[in-house]
Structures are given as structure tokens and as C-alpha cells.
């Protein structure tokens, strides 16, 4: 539905060689850049790097400064658009008097070194390209000999990047770690007889409030080292670019991949948790638990966390287990299940995350300020909204109009992703949520055909060939 919208109002605002016709308000155009209302709609490439470079006497407005960082990499690199940004800058300022040129970059260099630390906090990965680093640490050079405060303010920018990058990595590592221990698959994971020997989640945390907590914790820390420019770079241009070493030696959307498997890994937990017990009674309070945990994190406003969770009891090995199923109340899963309902685009969970964005704007605490959106869904409509509307209109304009659709989602998630998580730290059950083994989708199938036998000739098939 959003990407049939987004074509149709795309088609409807239709241009013209003498710009974009509206209904209302008014339009104009000021050199290579047209406004409507006062609101830029469209411009050249070179218009747009040119609206980024501070002077003397202007300085960006901030939201273009975010919505055009964000979106230029879907026409150039992060490191040629610095170059020029930097290049432009300097240049702007030479007169032919070696004096006088000193005198005026020391009056734009504040605004220069503002407009480098709105980049390097913002967009702080685009900096693992060797090349930005130099031209930051060229920029650095080129302000000491005009102005020690902005040298100083440089410095001290420069500092917080690489304090910034170093606890990247370090994430990066510890996510490898816990994979590595993840997929170490003991001999109790192999067969439900020897289940036995292995934890369980109820014996490890039985209260249901609190594991919904350290979930949260979990989705808090993940969503806290994505970078808000993997949003883009998901469909940016690849070529030749794929062929620079440095920014894509390193995948781009490395952490939001991360992510996308941790929501993997909590649903086939959730199904492995399930289908391992040997005794129906005992499967049939492991549903039971996974219902209230999914209630406590849609209260919370963990919807990640609760559409994994119905996920993973969705799967058909969990969904098959019709006797143990019967010994269950499944009045409140029903419900959550309603509030996650695909149809409609999603409309019932898109009702609930206003709701809880609303309830986190007028916060009196931090618990309220939680809002963890189902992530799959976000970067749909992200991918949705690139690929419904043209990057460029006709006259070779940048549609900028897309590109505030765009940084406006990203925003978005940017305030959420900024929530310190307010519960306590439980390290045991954190540890057996990122590192207990699970079933993979064959294992699965086992264990629920050894739970409730086979009912029909395609499930006995199913069972023999996984044998």
C-alpha cells in the first residue's frame, strides 16, 4: 500500500521544464534551487553541496544539514562530498591577499569546524574511510593556522570520533563473540532426551516482567551502534564505489544486519524453548510464559521484541503441537496477535507505535520514553519510500522532496535509538538469551514430530527425509 501511495503522489506532482506544478502555495526558484512555501523542493547536485558550505555570514540550517548527509550517498560518496564541501569552503575565502585570506577563514572556521561536528557525531562511520580521517586531519592542519579556539574544538572532535569508532569496534567483536558461543551446538541441543542436561528459560528467569526487560536491554544496546546512514546505504549506489578500499572494506549495513539476526535468533529461541521438553504439560507453560512476556513487552514498547516472540510460537513446528496447544488460554495471544496483524499495511501495530511515540514525547519517566519499533517493517518503508519516488525528476534536479520524506523516518528512529534503557542489568539471563544454542529449522521439525508424533502421510514423509 505505501509504495502504490508513495508511486501515485510521485505521478501526481508532475513537472513541467518550468518546474513542479502544485495545487497550492507558491513556488520559486532561486538559481538551481526551487523552494515551494519556502520549503526546498528540488535543486542540482551542485546546488545542494554549495547550500551545505558555511560563510561568514550563513550557516546551514540544521535539518538540511542532516537530511542532506543522510541521502547524498545515493548520488556521491560520503569522502567526495567532504573534499568539496571542505575545498568550497577555503576556496570561498581567498582574495588574492595572503593576509586578508587568513583573516577571513579564521572568521568561517567556528562555523566550519560546527558543521564537521554535526557530520562526525550524526555520521560518525563514515569516518572509518581511511581517506575522511586524512581530510579531517587536513582540515585540522589548514584551522590551526588560522584560529587556536577552532583548532582546539577540532581536537577535541576529533577525540570523541575516535572514542566513538573504538566502542563500534569493540561492539562488533563482542556481537562475533557471542555468535561464536551461539553456535557451539552441545550434544543436549542434539536430541530432546538428553534435553535434560540443558537450562531451560524459566529455569533461569521465571518472572515474566523481567525478562521482557533484559530483552529490552538487548534491543536498546543493538539499536543504540546503528548507524543512521545504513538506512540509505541499503539501496545506495554500488558501482564503481564497491571497488574503494577503506568505507567498504567493512560492510555498510554491518549492525542493522546484526539486528535483523538477533530478531531471527529470538524467534527460533523462543520455538526451540518450546518444541525441547519432553512433557507436553511442561511445552504447554513454556507457551504460557512466552504469551506474558510477549504482553509485558508490548506494554513497554517493545515491539520488536513481542512481533519475535509471535513469530517464533507462529512457526510451524510450535503452531503443529496441537495437543499440547489445547492445555494453553490463548485469549491474550490472540489479542497481541491482533495488534501485530499484517493486514492493512500493519494498521493495528502502526496505531499502537503512535501511541507509544506519542506517550514517550510527553515522558515523566524513562520507562516511558521506550519506543522499539518492529524493525523489519521500518526499514520496508524506508526501502518503500526510495524506491516508490525518482531520486531525480526530469530537469536533472535532486527530488528533495524525497529526501525529507526520508529523513524523517530516520529521525524518528535516531530519538528512539537515543533511550538509555532504565531496568537493571540481570547478566545470567541477558547471557542465555545471546548465547544458548538453538534448534536451526530441520532440528526444530525433529524435536516437535518427537513431541506429537507425525498426523499425516506429508508430515511422516517430512519426518523420515529429515532423519
Not at 206 to 220: K, N, V, W
Not at 343 to 359: D, I, K, V
Not at 411 to 427: A, G, H, M, N, Y
Request: charged residues 25%; neutral net charge; glycine residues 4%.
Amino acid at each position: 500500500y505505501l509504495s502504490i501511495y508513495l508511486y501515485q503522489s510521485c505521478r501526481n506532482n508532475s513537472i513541467t521544464a518550468k518546474g513542479r506544478i502544485y495545487p497550492h502555495g507558491v513556488t520559486a526558484s532561486y538559481g538551481e534551487m526551487c523552494y515551494h512555501d519556502n520549503s526546498l523542493v528540488s535543486a542540482s547536485l551542485e546546488a545542494l553541496i554549495q547550500h551545505l558550505v558555511p560563510t561568514v555570514d550563513y550557516y546551514p540550517d540544521r535539518s538540511y544539514v542532516f537530511t542532506f548527509l543522510l541521502s547524498s550517498r545515493l548520488f556521491l560518496h560520503p569522502y567526495e562530498l567532504m573534499t568539496r564541501v571542505c575545498h568550497l569552503c577555503v576556496e570561498q575565502q581567498r582574495s588574492g591577499d595572503a593576509l586578508l585570506d587568513k583573516i577571513r577563514f579564521r572568521e568561517v572556521a567556528p562555523k566550519l569546524v560546527q558543521l564537521l561536528t554535526e557530520w562526525t557525531e550524526t555520521f560518525p562511520y563514515d569516518f572509518r574511510d581511511e581517506r575522511m580521517m586524512r581530510c579531517l586531519k587536513d582540515m585540522t592542519h589548514h584551522v590551526a593556522r588560522g584560529d587556536e579556539y577552532s583548532w582546539r574544538a577540532m581536537q577535541q572532535m576529533t577525540q570523541r570520533l575516535i572514542k566513538r569508532l573504538s566502542a563500534l569496534g569493540q561492539y562488533e567483536e563482542a556481537v562475533a563473540a557471542l555468535n561464536t558461543v551461539a553456535m557451539e551446538r552441545p550434544a543436549s541441543l542434539k536430541s530432546k532426551q538428553a534435553s535434560g542436561q540443558r537450562s531451560d528459560v524459566m529455569s533461569v528467569c521465571e518472572d515474566a516482567f523481567i525478562l521482557a526487560q533484559q530483552l529490552t536491554h538487548i534491543e536498546l544496546d543493538r539499536l543504540s551502534f546503528i548507524g543512521p546512514e545504513e538506512f540509505i546505504q541499503t539501496f545506495a549506489m554500488k558501482d564503481p564505489l564497491e571497488n574503494h578500499k577503506g568505507f567498504f572494506r567493512k560492510r555498510k549495513t554491518s549492525n542493522l544486519e546484526a539486528y535483523i539476526n538477533w530478531f531471527n535468533r529470538l524467534s527460533y529461541l523462543v520455538a526451540t524453548e518450546i518444541c525441547m521438553p519432553v512433557k507436553k504439560k511442561h511445552r504447554a507453560r513454556i507457551i504460557e510464559f512466552f504469551i506474558d512476556v510477549a504482553q509485558e513487552c508490548f506494554n513497554i514498547g517493545n515491539f520488536n521484541s513481542l512481533m519475535a516472540i509471535i513469530t517464533g510460537m507462529n512457526m510451524s513446528p510450535v503452531s503443529r503441537l496441537k495437543k499440547t496447544w489445547s492445555k494453553v488460554n490463548t485469549d491474550k495471544f490472540e489479542i497481541l496477535e491482533h495488534q501485530m496483524d499484517p493486514s492493512s499495511n500493519f494498521s493495528n501495530y502502526r496505531t499502537a507505535l503512535r501511541g507509544a511515540t506519542q506517550r514517550s514525547e510527553t515522558a515523566h519517566s524513562s520507562q516511558e520514553k521506550i519506543v522499539i519499533p518492529f524493525f523489519s517493517l521500518l526499514i520496508k518503508d524506508i526501502y518503500f519510500l526510495n524506491e516508490g519516488c525518482a531520486s531525480r525528476l526530469p530537469n536533472g534536479h535532486i527530488n528533495f522532496e524525497k529526501l525529507w520524506e526520508l529523513a524523517k523516518q530516520v529521525s524518528e528512529f535516531l530519538v528512539w535509538r537515543q533511550v538509555i534503557c532504565p531496568f537493571d542489568r540481570d547478566r545470567r539471563v541477558l547471557q542465555y538469551l545471546v548465547t544458548t544454542p538453538v534448534f536451526s529449522e530441520d532440528e526444530l521439525h525433529l524435536a516437535s514430530y518427537e513431541s506429537e508424533g507425525p498426523e499425516n502421510n506429508m508430515e511422516k514423509d517430512s519426518r523420515r527425509s529429515l532423519r
